[in-house]
């Protein structure tokens, strides 16, 4: 396994993970045109470039193929990070991939304090992997995803 930077030629290997990813994780949380619109959205080109720019975007190779992918995003205050999006295709999850991301991703910003996220409240998996990882429920809302309501846990761990 190899963790780094993403690159612009990355874009399409990154969409891929996300859209496999998000139509697995949520295909009994989320419609499934809701999912679609989504991905359409937030992983567009523009998107990505974007964030590319702007936050810490971290990639997984396994054997020459980009398994998975971490998104962190300065805040504000220096001394808080949030973890954006971490994506681990179904067939690589479980091996520890996230865990090793997440780690990485933290080593970018060594004056961050705390590190906040944002998960979708019915999914179980990964608020388990959050909790596993330290992360403790700060607040729960609900948000809108191109029309549909999603129930949502703001989690924290300080560091």
């Known amino acids: 396994m190899k963790i780094r930077r993403m690159m612009q030629?990355?874009?399409p290997s990154v969409r891929h993970v996300a859209e496999v990813t998000w139509h697995h994780?949520?295909?009994?949380?989320?419609?499934?045109?809701?999912?679609?619109?989504?991905l359409?959205?937030?992983?567009?080109?523009?998107?990505?470039?974007?964030?590319?720019?702007?936050?810490?975007?971290?990639?997984?190779?396994d054997a020459g193929h980009l398994v998975g992918f971490a998104e962190f995003t300065p805040l504000?205050?220096?001394?808080?990070?949030e973890l954006?999006?971490?994506?681990i295709l179904p067939s690589h999850q479980g091996k520890g991939i996230g865990t090793q991301l997440l780690q990485e991703g933290i080593k970018n910003f060594p004056d961050a304090k705390v590190i906040k996220l944002?998960?979708?409240?019915?999914?179980?998996?990964?608020?388990?992997f959050?909790?596993?990882?330290?992360?403790?429920?700060?607040?729960?809302?609900?948000i809108l995803i191109h029309g549909y309501s999603c129930e949502i846990t703001e989690m924290e761990k300080h560091l």
């Open 9 to 11: 030629e990355d874009i």
């Open 25 to 38: 994780t949520y295909k009994n949380i989320i419609p499934e045109h809701i999912r679609t619109e989504f």
């Open 40 to 61: 359409a959205t937030a992983y567009s080109d523009k998107s990505l470039n974007y964030r590319m720019r702007n936050n810490v975007l971290l990639v997984v190779e």
């Open 76 to 81: 504000q205050d220096s001394s808080e990070v």
């Open 84 to 87: 954006s999006a971490i994506y």
């Open 118 to 128: 944002r998960v979708e409240s019915r999914n179980a998996p990964a608020k388990s």
């Open 130 to 142: 959050y909790l596993a990882k330290g992360f403790l429920p700060t607040r729960e809302y609900t």
